[in-house]
C-alpha cells in the first residue's frame, strides 16, 4: 500500500505566496510521474501542474509562470511553489503520484493524497 501526505495549505492573501509539499511512503518500487490537481465546489477537477521521473514539467494556462513544480526523487516528494496567487486560486489541492510496488513492481498505479485547502483572500 502507498500513501501520500500532503502539507503547506493554509490562507494566504492575494500576492502571497505557498509552498505545498507531497511525500509518497510505503511499500514503493519506483515513483513515477506526479503531479499537482485542484478541485472546486461544483467544478471538474483540472491538472494544475505535472513533472515527470526525469523532470520535464507542464503547467496549466492559469498558472504558467506563477507556478513551479519540482521532486525529490531520494524523498519520494513533489513540491509546488505558488507564488503571486489569486483568489481565483482558492481550492482543495490534491497530489498524484503513478507508483509500481514491491510486491508488484511492474505494475503502476495512480495514487491520490487527501487533499489539502488553499484559500487566497483578496
Known amino acids: 500500500q502507498v500513501q501520500l501526505v500532503e502539507s503547506g495549505g493554509g490562507l494566504v492573501q492575494s500576492g502571497g505566496s505557498l509552498r505545498l509539499s507531497c511525500a509518497a511512503s510505503?511499500?514503493?518500487?519506483?515513483?513515477?510521474?506526479m503531479g499537482w490537481y485542484r478541485q472546486t465546489p461544483g467544478k471538474q477537477r483540472e491538472l494544475v501542474a505535472s513533472?515527470?521521473?526525469?523532470?520535464?514539467?507542464n503547467y496549466a494556462d492559469s498558472v504558467q509562470g506563477r507556478f513551479t513544480i519540482s521532486r525529490d526523487n531520494a524523498k519520494n516528494t513533489v513540491y509546488l511553489q505558488m507564488n503571486s496567487l489569486k483568489p481565483e486560486d482558492t481550492a482543495v489541492y490534491l497530489c498524484?503520484?503513478?507508483?509500481?510496488?514491491?510486491?508488484?513492481?511492474?505494475?503502476?498505479?495512480?495514487?491520490w493524497g487527501q487533499g489539502t485547502q488553499v484559500t487566497v483572500s483578496s
Open positions: 498524484n503520484a503513478d507508483v509500481s510496488t514491491v510486491a508488484r513492481p511492474l505494475t503502476r498505479y495512480d495514487y
Open positions: 510505503g511499500s514503493i518500487f519506483r515513483v513515477y510521474a
Open positions: 513533472i515527470t521521473g526525469g523532470g520535464s514539467t
